[in-house]
């Protein structure tokens, strides 16, 4: 880790499993649990699923948050406890509200595409939204804008003119950012939102940090531009929002505020009371041991 100055810090990911895949975990960081609403990060791939099983990732439970699936390459396959069933493709955008609890399973489907290529990012609910209904929600077409030789996707809050129809419970921001050509542009930025960018392929330099794929760029508030180059087929995400403010617990799937939400969530998980997820062959993931005591209350 470096720190280039007060409000801006490059970290390194951290390697994670999720079922057979090796993940870069970008989020939480230790000392920062949250930016904004987002409460995780992972990037996988690219990677070859020719031939093989792919993604496999059994029916498990949520509380307290959104997952945001976004690929680069691939498809997956999404069912959840409301009876969803949704295959994703690149461009694309699956959001599932937790809320009170929800449960899902996404793999890649038996014919799928050669290669998976994608992100899986959490936002966490606000405290007054966190009780909503579970709800999901598919977006097959995103707006778009251009800026400096970037192809901007944006699939949560607005970004240079465009506005993701998305649910989003906070003051937020998630866009991808494609390089075509040598690529550089002042990008706008809402100056009370805190920023994240990662690089998913190739390279880019935020402002004097050079950035690549496994590195995660945090921007303090404060600032309305950030200059932004990237070579060629770069891919970069750019994740903000108002700091939430809010100290988070997280463990295994859930995001609440106490330990006996959470104690809470598992035993309704062993109890089977988040509903099944219809179509998934196999069995749903066990949680794993919990024990209360030793979860510290998350402080700010
Ligand atoms: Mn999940």
Redesign the pocket.
């Known amino acids: 880790m470096s720190t280039v100055d007060a409000d801006v810090e490059v970290t390194d990911a951290r390697e994670a499993r999720v079922g057979d895949m090796t993940v870069r975990r970008l989020l939480p960081l230790r000392l920062r649990r949250s930016v904004g609403a987002w409460c995780f990060v992972d990037h996988y791939g690219p990677m070859s699923v020719d031939g093989v099983a792919g993604m496999l990732?059994p029916p498990?439970p949520?509380i307290g948050l959104q997952?945001v699936t976004w690929l680069l390459a691939g498809n997956v396959l999404h069912r959840d406890s409301l009876g969803s069933e949704q295959m994703i493709r690149p461009g694309q955008l699956n959001l599932m509200t937790a809320g009170r609890g929800i449960a899902?399973a996404?793999e890649s489907p038996a014919e799928h595409d050669p290669s998976l290529h994608g992100v899986q990012l959490w936002v966490a609910l606000p405290d007054a939204d966190r009780q909503v209904a579970p709800a999901f929600e598919h977006h097959a077409e995103l707006p778009g804008a251009t800026l400096g030789g970037f192809a901007i996707t944006v699939f949560m809050g607005d970004l240079a003119g465009a506005r993701s129809p998305a649910t989003a419970f906070s003051a937020i921001v998630g866009a991808e950012l494609a390089a075509s050509g040598h690529a550089r542009a002042s990008l706008p930025l809402d100056a009370g939102f805190e920023h994240i960018v990662f690089v998913a392929a190739g390279a880019a330099q935020v402002g004097d940090t050079e950035l690549r794929p496994g590195q995660l760029l945090y921007l303090g508030p404060g600032r309305d531009r950030a200059q932004v180059a990237a070579p060629s087929g770069s891919r970069l995400f750019l994740l903000g929002g108002v700091p939430l403010g809010e100290p988070l617990l997280m463990w295994w799937?859930f995001v609440a505020r106490t330990p006996e939400e959470i104690a809470a969530a598992v035993t309704g998980w062993r109890e089977d009371r988040f509903g099944a997820v219809g179509g998934y062959r196999g069995e749903p993931l066990p949680a794993p041991p919990f024990d209360a005591a030793l979860l510290q209350r998350p402080r700010l």
């Open positions: 990732v498990h949520h997952t899902h996404e799937n």
